[in-house]
């Protein structure tokens, strides 16, 4: 066995062993992936999962670096990204993606991908 | 400042090109000679076109720390990077078919999938699933 596989399940040992909190984020995140249109907050997400907002909060944190809302938000502009590619017109995409208004929906697109929705959508048909 | 490339050391740059292009299906974006038989050539993925670069970059081949350093993280048994995959278990599936070899089957770690392949170039490459 190579030091590496030898490493591989000292940490799997360690840090992962505890089966329920995987469960729990890993139900969270599959979750968000299929309902990232939707209005979604951390008290429907601790209704969900059974679990105290916080903890939730900090259990999803620690296990995938950002807070469920910045994992909702990097999916909605990935997709976002995705439907205007497709053609899909900037405003459908903002709402299509579960934003609710269109000008934090740019702010956060310029912010995120370096572009504005219709520098995008530009660079995309050209 | 932005990423456009990050570089992985290859022993042998033609036939990089060929295992990452044939076997793992990167494309090839830019190829310039720089003198001495290396290339400046740059892969992206067939996904991501617009994504960051990939430079199979010769150091093993003309300077002998690069050599020592890779081989070293090879014996180890460390990849030396890591590519993201829709599904671990289907890639590895469809790798081992065309005769790549795995030092790590897929296993779960966490909120991740991992399995280890060996890019015959000098180097081990990590593919990950997010769970």
């Not at chain 1, 008290?43 to 944190?61: A, D, G, P, W, Y």
């Not at chain 2, 290396?38 to 990939?54: A, F, H, I, M, Y």
């Not at chain 2, 790549?100 to 000098?122: Q, Y």
Request: aromatic fraction near 12%.
């Amino acid at each position: 066995m190579s030091l590496y596989e030898k490493e591989i399940l000292k940490i799997k040992e360690d840090i992962y062993s505890n089966q329920w909190q995987l469960d729990t984020v890993i139900g969270l995140r599959n979750y968000i992936d299929n309902n990232f249109n939707e209005k979604l907050n951390l008290n429907l997400f601790s209704r969900i999962r059974f679990v105290s907002k916080f903890h939730l909060l900090r259990l999803f944190k620690r296990y995938y670096g950002q807070t469920p809302n910045q994992y909702l938000i990097d999916k909605r502009i990935e997709k976002a990204k995705e439907y205007i590619s497709a053609g899909v017109s900037i405003s459908n995409a903002c709402y299509d993606v579960g934003f609710e208004s269109l000008s934090s929906f740019s702010t956060l697109f310029k912010k995120k991908t370096g572009y504005s929705p219709s520098e995008y959508q530009k660079s995309n048909f050209r | 400042m932005k990423i456009k490339l990050v570089s992985i050391p290859v022993g042998d740059q033609e036939k990089a090109l060929e295992f990452y292009t044939s076997k793992l299906n990167f494309i090839k974006k830019i190829d310039i000679p720089v003198g001495g038989g290396n290339r400046w050539l740059t892969l992206v993925s067939k996904e991501e076109q617009d994504g960051p670069q990939l430079l199979l970059e010769p150091a093993p081949k003309d300077f002998e720390p690069s050599k020592v350093y890779q081989k070293a993280l090879f014996d180890a048994g460390l990849p030396y990077t890591q590519f993201d995959v829709e599904d671990v278990q289907s890639e590895y599936e469809r790798l081992v078919k065309l005769g790549v070899e795995f030092s790590v089957k897929p296993i779960e770690m966490g909120t991740a999938k991992l399995a280890v392949f060996n890019d015959t170039c000098g180097n081990y490459i990590q593919i990950v699933e997010v769970l």
